[in-house]
C-alpha cells in the first residue's frame, strides 16, 4: 500500500518538530541587555550563548553539555536552575558538574531522563540574566517517518493573566490528552482527555483563576498516540 501526504501535512510535520542543539560545547559571555533580547525583563547585562543575546537552547536527555565561561562573568556566577527569575533559585544539581562556575571555568551538564521539559541558565548574583534550557527525549529516525496528526497553535493571550485559549487540530479521529504542567514537570491541569474528531478546530482554555498557581512560565502538552506537541504558556498577574 503506498502512502501520500499532503504538502500542507509534510509542513506540518517539518515545523512541529522541535530544533536540537546539534553542538554540544558552548561559550557563555556577558553582554548588555538590548532590545533584541528573548525575555520580556532582562537584566542589563545578560548572558550570551555563542554571542547570540540569552538563547533560548534545545537539550536530548541523557546527553552532555558543556558550558565554557568566559569575559566577564567574574560577578555573574552561572547555574542550571528550575527557576526563570534566577538569581539563586531553584538550583538544579542532577547531572550538573560545576554549578556557579565563573570566567576561566566551565560547566557540565549530563541530562538525566528525570528532567523536567523546561530549564533555566542562570546567574546567582543577579535575577533575569539567562534564559531557557528545552529538554527533549532523543528522536530516532522511526520516530522521524512517523507522520504528525496533531497541531497545536500559541496560546492567546499570551502571556496572560486569567484565562488563555489554544486551537488544537488533527486529521484524524484519535484519543488526546491536553495537560498543563509546571516547570518542575508537575501537573496543574488536564484540559482534555479523551477522543476528538479529526478535520476542524478544538479549543481549550485554561482558566488560573482558580487555581493556587505563581506566576511564570507553564507548559501545555498535547498527545496522541506517539505525537507529542508542546506550548509554552506564562502567566503574569
Known sequence: MTIRYSLAALLIL???LPTVQAQQTFAVTVIGSTGDNPRPDPWPVVYA????ESDALTLVRGETYTFEIGAGANSHPFYISTSEVGGGAGVW???VTGNFATTGQTLTFTVPMTAPDLLYYECS???RMGWELNIINAVSNEDEAQ??????GAAYPNPFDARTRLDLTLDRAQEVTVVVFDVAGRRVATLHEGM???GQVHTFAF??????LADGTYLVRATAGDTVVERRITLVR
Open 125 to 127: 548574583n543577579h535575577p
Open 49 to 52: 550563548i555563542d554571542g547570540v
Open 196 to 198: 476528538l474528531a479529526g
Open 93 to 95: 544539581t542532577e547531572g
Open 14 to 16: 517539518l515545523f512541529a
Open 147 to 152: 507522520p504528525v496528526a496533531l497541531s497545536l
Open 207 to 212: 482558566d488560573a483563576t482558580e487555581l493556587d
